[in-house]
Structure formats: C-alpha cells, structure tokens
C-alpha cells in the first residue's frame, strides 16, 4: 500500500500549492457551492501547507466515513471505482511542478485533494458517491453501462453546476481545480444546461479538453436520484446504444 512520504515534498512543491490555493480560493469567490467553502473549511485545508493525508483521513471519517487512499496517477477503472464503493478516494501523491502551473494531463494532489475533498465533507454528496462507486462496481465487465455511469461522474463530480439561490455555483472538481476551465465554464462558448440524466447519458465526455457544456443540478437530490434511476434501468436489462 502507497503511503504519502512528506518529507518528499519540497520547498518549491509547498510553493506550487499555496499559490494554486490562493488563486483558485479568489476565483471561486461567490462562485462555488457553499458545500464547497463549508468543506474547505471543516477539512481544515489551507494555504500554508500541502495537506497531510492521514489528519485529512481522519477528519473525513469523522464527518462522512470516508479516507483518502493515496496512488501514484490514473487508476483502471475497476480499481478507481472499487475504491469508491469502499468509501476511499483516490489522491495523487504528487503535485504539479511550476512547469506545468495552468494544465496537466494527469490529476496531481491539488486536482485530488483540493478539487474532491471540500464535498467529501457533505453527508448527502458524500453518499451519493459512494453509492455511484458502487453500482459501477457491479457493471465493470459491461463497457456500455460502464461507460454511462463514467459520463454520470464526469458531469457531476468532475464538472457540475449548482443552482443555489438562483444562481449557477460550481461544485465539480475540475471546475473547482482549474483557473482554465472556470473562466472557460463563465465564458459565452459552452452551453450550460439543466441536469437530464438521459441528455447526461448520451453526451461524449473527455477530460482531455476543456468541456463544451455543462450540466447544472437543479438540487442535491438530483445526484442520488440520478443513480438510482441508472440502477433500476441498469438492473432491468435495459438495452443501451453503442457509445460514441
């Protein structure tokens, strides 16, 4: 088992965090969900140091029965979501060099920690993803209905929108990560829509480009009704086209 060697981070790796920490914390100013700032704050992360992911562990267990389960990059699919149905999310190790500052093509520690952990403190968010991880667990070998629910968390998780008083907040790690994506995501060229799981279903999704639409929950509730719904239809037999 991987385990975070703290000693390892450097001076220059303590600067990458509290600058990316103090830019995304300005731009998301009024801007995220206030399970965001809530959980920022309850989790204990700041910009004065790379967080240590034992005492984050700790705190989330505490609020949500979750941890963190650290890893060295990408994992497949059935570990990833295995992880999930355990109530432990994944953590890359490392972080960004100032090189690769504004893009990476893979998710570091910043992306992990500070783009999924603030939520991971919220019961109800908390919940739904564990319950995301495991229905997708039981469907691993099944690469249609694996592909569907990758494009539920990708739309929820990785890129989602809010509504909360009216306004569109963003709660979606990688929004919540990107300085590039957020003023992408505030800009006239995608479409922000109302959440749909069919539309969500058969959207294409990629991380390896910034997103041409976004998917905006009307409430929380949405996301575990939104799996459920998958499950049933999943646990029918429901027939599902060729993703492409």
């Not at 103090?22 to 140091?49: I, N």
Request: proline letters at 4%; hydrophobic letters at 45%; aromatic letters at 12%.
């Amino acid at each position: 088992m991987l385990q975070q060697d703290y000693a390892r981070y450097t001076t220059q790796d303590q600067l990458v965090w509290k600058v990316l920490f103090d830019r995304q914390t300005a731009l998301l100013h009024k801007r995220a969900a206030t399970a965001f700032g809530q959980g920022l704050a309850k989790v204990g992360l700041h910009r004065g140091a790379i967080p240590d992911f034992a005492e984050v562990s700790q705190r989330l267990h505490q609020a949500t029965g979750w941890q963190l389960e650290p890893v060295r990059g990408m994992l497949n699919d059935a570990d990833f979501f295995g992880l999930l149905a355990q109530r432990r999310f994944p953590a890359t190790v490392w972080i960004r060099s100032m090189q690769q500052f504004d893009f990476i093509e893979e998710p570091d520690l910043f992306h992990g920690v500070f783009g999924h952990v603030p939520l991971l403190m919220d019961r109800a968010f908390a919940d739904f993803l564990h319950f995301l991880g495991h229905v997708a667990a039981q469907h691993l070998h099944d690469a249609p209905a694996l592909a569907r629910l990758e494009r539920l968390y990708g739309f929820t998780v990785q890129f989602g929108l809010v509504l909360e008083r009216g306004e569109a907040r963003m709660y979606g790690a990688g929004l919540l990560s990107s300085s590039g994506e957020i003023h992408h995501c505030l800009g006239d060229i995608p479409r922000r829509q109302p959440f749909d799981l069919a539309t969500v279903l058969h959207t294409p999704y990629s991380e390896q480009h910034l997103q041409d639409q976004y998917f905006v929950l009307n409430s929380w509730e949405q996301l575990t009704e939104s799996v459920a719904e998958l499950a049933a239809l999943l646990s029918t037999g429901w027939e599902l086209e060729p993703v492409r």
